[in-house]
């Protein structure tokens, strides 16, 4: 299919940027790092696509506590900035976002954005995975209005996100993770430049006699439109002891929270044996962290 696009455009001000999307509506698209662009194009998913709006110019860049321990990752700060910034990679309540993003390619990680990252609500990718297993959230702005968006609530279909006409994603805030907590990520692909066949996510958080009394399990890839958290994990965490015989309860039970997908690149009976496999040694690397 040809594309049809018409316009370009370099917004200087935010304001600018969302009288564009209202103008255009579902005829524009949001362009940073530009590495969507070319798999939705070869995909005939950009016909209806007539104007860029490229946001580059709107600063929106940097990472800062916030919060008692907190961190605010800026729209469009690169996926290498985000791996390389101490209060990230110092944290194990936030390892789970390091190893996403020991998958991607140097030439993505430099060039990718968080925010576009997050806002292209695709399920194949990885770093949204380690997000919601850290129960973060979207900041997005419409012109001089800003709301807060959970990561639960954002997703709502492939490519679909809870964003509404006009509104910029400006920033990814994490919250102050609790006393002994550490996460962790892991990812199933076919190759170095693939996409996920299935990745999981975990957030482990235990009380002072090593139970576990908070966790996020989430799984990503080919398990439906949108990530799954998967809630019957972990209820099979709750209240025991951190351990080979509570992981191995949450990978028997994670295969009641999704339905897996059958495609080219893996059977639905290998994607539900991989889930349990990889969310017992998710659990094992952050349990590992906590020392």
Do not use: W
């Amino acid at each position: 299919m040809a594309l049809n696009l018409e316009d370009y455009f370099l917004p200087a001000s935010l304001q600018e940027a969302s009288t564009l999307l209202q103008r255009y509506g579902d005829g524009a698209m949001v362009v940073a790092g530009g590495t969507f662009v070319h798999g939705l194009e070869v995909r005939g998913l950009l016909t209806e696509t007539v104007a860029l709006v490229d946001i580059s110019r709107l600063g929106l860049r940097g990472i800062s506590e916030s919060g008692n321990g907190g961190v605010s990752l800026q729209a469009l700060t690169t996926l290498a900035e985000v791996g390389a910034a101490p209060l990230i990679s110092r944290n194990p309540a936030f390892g789970s976002i390091g190893d996403a993003l020991q998958y991607p390619p140097r030439q993505i990680l430099n060039v990718g954005t968080v925010g576009g990252c997050v806002a292209a609500a695709a399920p194949l990718y990885d770093l949204p995975a380690a997000f919601l297993a850290l129960d973060g959230q979207v900041q997005a702005s419409l012109a001089a209005r800003q709301r807060a968006i959970p990561l639960n609530d954002f997703f709502v279909g492939l490519f679909e996100s809870a964003l509404q006409r006009g509104e910029i994603i400006t920033a990814i805030e994490l919250p102050a993770p609790a006393a002994r907590s550490a996460s962790a990520f892991l990812k199933l692909e076919t190759n170095a430049n693939d996409l996920s066949i299935l990745n999981v996510a975990v957030r482990l958080t235990l009380d002072k006699d090593g139970k576990c009394a908070d966790s996020r399990v989430i799984l990503g890839g080919g398990v439906g439109e949108t990530y799954v958290r998967a809630t019957s994990a972990e209820a099979a965490l709750r209240g025991q002891t951190a351990g080979e015989a509570s992981f191995a309860a949450a990978a028997a039970a994670v295969v009641d929270d999704f339905e897996a997908v059958e495609d080219h690149r893996a059977s639905a009976a290998y994607r539900r044996h991989i889930a349990q496999v990889y969310v017992r040694r998710t659990l094992g690397t952050a349990l590992a962290r906590l020392g």
